[in-house]
């Protein structure tokens, strides 16, 4: 290489690094847009299930490392995650008593083709119908329908959920329609027989791990950032059938058109296949991220990055 093409050569690196770190700070940056409409849905959220009241949880050991595909993980939670939750109280809302009855609609494996009968179907619907009345909802349609990402009618902004989170579609190559936005990220699926593949409702890991399906490993978090069992969004570890989800993550508590309408907004407001939007929520600082699958749902959750504010005493250099 000679000098003129050697200085091109390092200048090119040089530049690709400067780039490279102002894409990570951009990456990094809270979307306080976001942040306060979310915000605004947390307290429009009457129906979320209040911690050491409606529900109880017990965060223990934190989970050691497993290799993604490896069934094998030390338990650092002799105890189950959920102490007792208010399933009576369950039962009165709307939201969460119709979101209860979808749970059970699914095959567990992707491959699998679904079959939904016309019960289910109406079943979809009817939790349809109670998310468009709850507040949090109609909320999140008039943001959108202000960005023109959403319809004012409502019959038009329900098949538009519809679409985003229960459309059947193909996850598995070669496989019938074998999936949707709903069953992969409140119901959770396998993959393969190997690996478990989304799970990231607090509801359905509370029921699976009642039924002896879920065994819970333990909690995942940064050394400084122990999480307490006020904590409305944890990082955690478990097993579920036998096979092992490494790091898992869900909001604790929140009401099911709370995660609805905050991902929903997240997969309108954004183009990219796959994007990541750093917010503040009440306490927790955290990414949510949200996959597409056309004009589907791939998958959606938060990632965890702080809680009881501490990300407000770290100075802006950590």
């Given at each position: 290489?000679?000098?003129?093409?050697?200085?091109?050569?390092?200048?090119?690196?040089?530049?690709?690094?400067?780039?490279?770190?102002?894409?990570?700070?951009?990456?990094?940056?809270?979307?306080?847009?976001?942040?306060?409409?979310?915000?605004?849905?947390?307290?429009?959220?009457?129906?979320?299930?209040?911690?050491?009241?409606?529900?109880?949880?017990?965060?223990?050991?934190?989970?050691?490392?497993?290799?993604?595909?490896?069934?094998?993980?030390?338990?650092?939670?002799?105890?189950?995650?959920?102490?007792?939750?208010?399933?009576?109280?369950?039962?009165?809302?709307?939201?969460?008593?119709?979101?209860?009855?979808?749970?059970?609609?699914?095959?567990?494996?992707?491959?699998?083709?679904?079959?939904?009968?016309?019960?289910?179907?109406?079943?979809?619907?009817?939790?349809?119908?109670?998310?468009?009345?709850?507040?949090?909802?109609?909320?999140?349609?008039?943001?959108?329908?202000?960005?023109?990402?959403?319809?004012?009618?409502?019959?038009?902004?329900?098949?538009?959920?519809?679409?985003?989170?229960?459309?059947?579609?193909?996850?598995?190559?070669?496989?019938?329609?074998?999936?949707?936005?709903?069953?992969?990220?409140?119901?959770?699926?396998?993959?393969?027989?190997?690996?478990?593949?989304?799970?990231?409702?607090?509801?359905?890991?509370?029921?699976?791990?009642?039924?002896?399906?879920?065994?819970?490993?333990?909690?995942?978090?940064?050394?400084?950032?122990?999480?307490?069992?006020?904590?409305?969004?944890?990082?955690?570890?478990?097993?579920?059938?036998?096979?092992?989800?490494?790091?898992g993550s869900a909001f604790v508590g929140a009401s099911p058109e709370f995660e609805m309408a905050l991902f929903t907004v997240v997969f309108l407001m954004n183009t990219?296949?796959?994007?990541?939007?750093?917010?503040?929520?009440?306490?927790?600082?955290?990414?949510?991220?949200?996959?597409?699958?056309?004009?589907?749902?791939?998958?959606?959750?938060?990632?965890?990055?702080?809680s009881n504010s501490r990300h407000l005493l770290r100075s802006p250099a950590q």
């Amino acid at each position: 290489m000679n000098t003129m093409a050697g200085t091109r050569f390092l200048i090119g690196l040089l530049l690709l690094a400067v780039l490279g770190s102002e894409l990570d700070a951009s990456r990094l940056t809270v979307n306080q847009e976001l942040s306060n409409l979310f915000n605004e849905f947390w307290t429009l959220d009457v129906n979320r299930m209040q911690p050491g009241v409606d529900y109880s949880i017990l965060v223990q050991g934190k989970a050691g490392y497993v290799s993604q595909g490896s069934n094998v993980a030390r338990d650092r939670a002799s105890q189950p995650l959920f102490s007792n939750v208010n399933e009576t109280k369950l039962g009165l809302i709307p939201t969460f008593s119709r979101f209860l009855t979808l749970l059970d609609n699914y095959e567990m494996s992707t491959g699998v083709a679904e079959r939904i009968s016309p019960e289910e179907v109406a079943e979809n619907n009817l939790f349809l119908d109670a998310v468009m009345e709850t507040e949090v909802m109609k909320r999140a349609q008039r943001y959108l329908v202000g960005k023109g990402k959403s319809s004012a009618n409502a019959r038009q902004f329900r098949s538009q959920l519809y679409l985003i989170w229960f459309q059947l579609y193909h996850r598995e190559r070669n496989a019938g329609m074998d999936s949707s936005g709903f069953e992969h990220v409140f119901v959770g699926e396998t993959k393969s027989g190997t690996e478990i593949i989304g799970f990231h409702n607090w509801l359905q890991f509370y029921l699976q791990e009642k039924h002896g399906h879920l065994d819970y490993k333990g909690y995942k978090a940064r050394e400084q950032d122990i999480p307490d069992q006020d904590d409305h969004v944890l990082n955690l570890q478990f097993s579920w059938h036998g096979l092992v989800k490494p790091v898992g993550s869900a909001f604790v508590g929140a009401s099911p058109e709370f995660e609805m309408a905050l991902f929903t907004v997240v997969f309108l407001m954004n183009t990219q296949r796959s994007t990541a939007v750093l917010v503040n929520i009440d306490q927790c600082q955290m990414e949510l991220v949200v996959i597409r699958h056309g004009r589907s749902l791939g998958t959606a959750y938060p990632r965890l990055l702080s809680s009881n504010s501490r990300h407000l005493l770290r100075s802006p250099a950590q």
